[in-house]
């Protein structure tokens, strides 16, 4: 094992203990606030929701080039739901800040 494995691994380890902080860190602060559970889980309901419109409206063809690569029908519909939906996230992240600083413009 050359010092390159050991740096990939510690990186493996360092977002693995990021993703786990990310998690655990909020719902043992959001113990003392069980209302901010709500919000949370009103926002992950919402991309659930948003995931599952955008995934009605993707496609799912199956061109040469996806084939090489052994993609299948429900693959390509799932990639295609996620892309959707990142594009409708981006959307309304764009909206929100034009309406923010709008806002502030007029008033």
Same mark, same amino acid.
């Given at each position: 094992?050359?010092s390159f494995?050991?740096i990939l $691994?510690? =990186?493996?380890a360092?977002?693995?203990?990021?993703f786990?902080a *990310?998690?655990?860190l909020?719902?043992?602060?959001a113990i003392?606030d069980? /209302?901010?559970?709500?919000k949370?889980? !009103?926002?992950?309901?919402f991309i659930i929701?948003?995931?599952?419109? *955008?995934y009605?409206?993707?496609g799912?063809?199956?061109?040469?080039? $996806?084939?090489?690569?052994?993609?299948g029908?429900e693959l390509?519909?799932?990639? =295609?739901?996620?892309l959707? !939906?990142?594009? !409708?996230?981006l959307?309304?992240?764009?909206?929100g800040i034009? $309406?923010?600083?709008?806002? /502030?413009?007029f /008033?």
């Open positions: 094992m050359d494995d050991i $691994y510690l =990186g493996y360092l977002v693995i203990f990021a786990v *990310a998690v655990l909020p719902l043992i602060s003392g069980p /209302k901010s559970l709500l949370s889980g !009103m926002g992950v309901v929701v948003l995931y599952f419109i *955008a009605a409206f993707s799912s063809e199956v061109t040469q080039e $996806y084939a090489k690569f052994n993609v029908p390509s519909k799932t990639v =295609g739901g996620t959707i !939906m990142a594009y !409708m996230l959307g309304f992240a764009l909206s034009l $309406y923010t600083e709008f806002n /502030k413009i /008033k």
